[in-house]
């Protein structure tokens, strides 16, 4: 099984609100990741967890809150974002063990976050 | 940081004809994918190939590592075959095997029945 989940599909959420966008796996993969993808361009890196701990942040507002609580899920926090945010996240795992050079990243459906 | 450009941006086809797409790359990397990214925003994993040429089905895919580059093959097109496809590369980034995947600018493929 190659599956990576996503909730919700769909999201529309105000600039006070606070949301959470939520990814599950069950393949064992030890590194998690979250990327951002605006209309019409390709996705890009927003964060890596490596055995549930952050290992990268590329520079994303801190309006945007990772949170790793188990090898199995990986969550975004969402609050007081702008409209400019608006976008489809993705979340992906690889493998990600001691020893693995390189792996292959699946993905998940993602989630289509307006921001109003 | 790499810089990764796809061609041709834009690609129309029949069905039933063949395609090239194309992946430059400027630095070397340990990982390249191949995605079909669908309608509804999926994307699909079509080839894990740091090197070499790998076949599945109507895709065949090849990377000249040396050279910085990979070809998409799709023959024999499909309606389903519509879509966005990218190229990601990826450099790995600790001992760990986990790594950024840095993505293309993606060929938009349209295939007209």
């Known amino acids: 099984d190659t599956e990576v989940t996503q909730t919700p599909k769909h999201l529309v959420m105000g600039m006070t609100n606070k949301k959470s966008l939520k990814c599950e796996q069950h393949m064992g993969h030890r590194a998690m990741y979250w990327y951002k993808q605006k209309a019409k361009k390709p996705p890009e890196l927003m964060f890596v967890y490596s055995y549930e701990k952050l290992s990268i942040n590329e520079s994303v507002p801190s309006r945007f809150s990772p949170e790793c609580p188990n090898s199995s899920l990986l969550n975004l926090h969402l609050h007081a974002l702008q409209p400019e945010d608006s976008a489809l996240y993705l979340c992906?795992?690889?493998?990600?063990?001691?020893?693995?050079?390189?792996?292959?990243?699946?993905f998940g459906p993602g989630t289509r976050l307006t921001v109003l | 940081g790499i810089q990764v450009e796809q061609s041709p941006p834009d690609l129309i086809l029949q069905e039933g004809a063949n395609s090239t797409l194309r992946c430059n790359f400027s630095?070397?990397?340990?990982?390249l994918q191949w995605f079909h990214q669908n309608p509804w925003g999926q994307l699909i994993n079509l080839f894990y190939?740091?090197?070499g040429t790998k076949q599945n089905g109507r895709l065949s895919a090849t990377t000249v590592a040396t050279e910085r580059y990979s070809l998409l093959y799709i023959s024999s097109s499909q309606t389903t075959d519509s879509g966005v496809y990218f190229c990601a590369v990826g450099r790995r980034i600790s001992n760990f095997g986990n790594e950024k995947l840095t993505f293309g600018t993606g060929t938009r493929l349209t295939i007209i029945p």
């Open positions: 630095d070397s990397v340990n990982n």
């Open positions: 190939i740091p090197s």
């Open positions: 992906a795992s690889s493998r990600g063990v001691l020893g693995v050079i390189t792996d292959t990243q699946y």
